[in-house]
């Protein structure tokens, strides 16, 4: 199917691959994936991998196909291609079987950046409240293009080689955290020499001066770009992140250092 976003300056249209948890199993929840591949590919493991996963455990999910640097788009394509995706599944809720109110995403390494960029930027799309994730799960993200923690090559991609330092600023999403923000669940290798976990530090620590309901874990080894090939149970703690953010209490915000295994 594809996605589609009202008013689109660059013509958002992106692909996206429906998985339908088996009958009877649905929770009501969305949850829109970004796999992570520097905007030069998609992995697969972090878009039908996650689909799968979390389908299992009831969640109806879209595996988006943005658009790439690599293909020659720039900046706002990938942003708008994330707004279509999440605009578009809260207008078609009733169709597949999701509550409005329960849309979230995930994304990794530079779908992390995706992902963020989303919960930071849904006010520049209209209606604001038809593009913003209701929570947001960040993996080994790409955070910041301003801190020496950056990914070079994902910035690159997404803004072109040499980018003005303001375009740098505005896609550093710890920069543009506010009390709007979805609550979010991130995890992180200590280990990570790709993205540094500085990246999701600074990302939490930013959710926590705005007041925003956050979990970090940074586990204590591991390479980049896991997923799920892993035994340190995010995955698990996400799903506990969500109903408790979903529920009228929601949890304060947090980080916590987490054990492998």
Sequence with gaps: MRAALPGSATGAAPAMELFAPAAGAANGRALVVFPGGAYHHLAPHEGRGYAEWYCRHGYTCFVVSY??????????????????????????????G?????????????????????????????????????????????ISFTDPCTHI?????????????????????????????PPCFLWHTATDTAVPARNSLLFAEALIRAGVPCELHVYPTGRHGLGLDTEHPWAEASLRFIDAVLRAGAPQPQISASAAG
């Design 67 to 96: 658009r790439l640097g690599s293909a020659g788009h720039r900046h706002p394509a990938m942003l708008e291609d994330a707004a279509a995706a999440v605009h578009t599944v809260r207008a078609r809720a009733a169709e597949f």
């Design 98 to 142: 999701v509550d409005r109110r329960a849309v979230g995403v995930i994304g990794s390494s530079a779908g992390g950046h995706l992902a963020a960029s989303l919960m930071v930027h849904h006010a520049r799309f209209a209606p604001a409240a038809d593009c913003r994730p209701d929570f947001g799960i960040l993996c080994y993200p790409v």
């Design 153 to 181: 090559g994902s910035r690159d991609a997404l803004l072109g080689p040499g980018a003005p330092p303001d375009l740098q600023r505005e896609l550093s999403c710890e920069l543009q955290v506010g009390p709007a923000t």
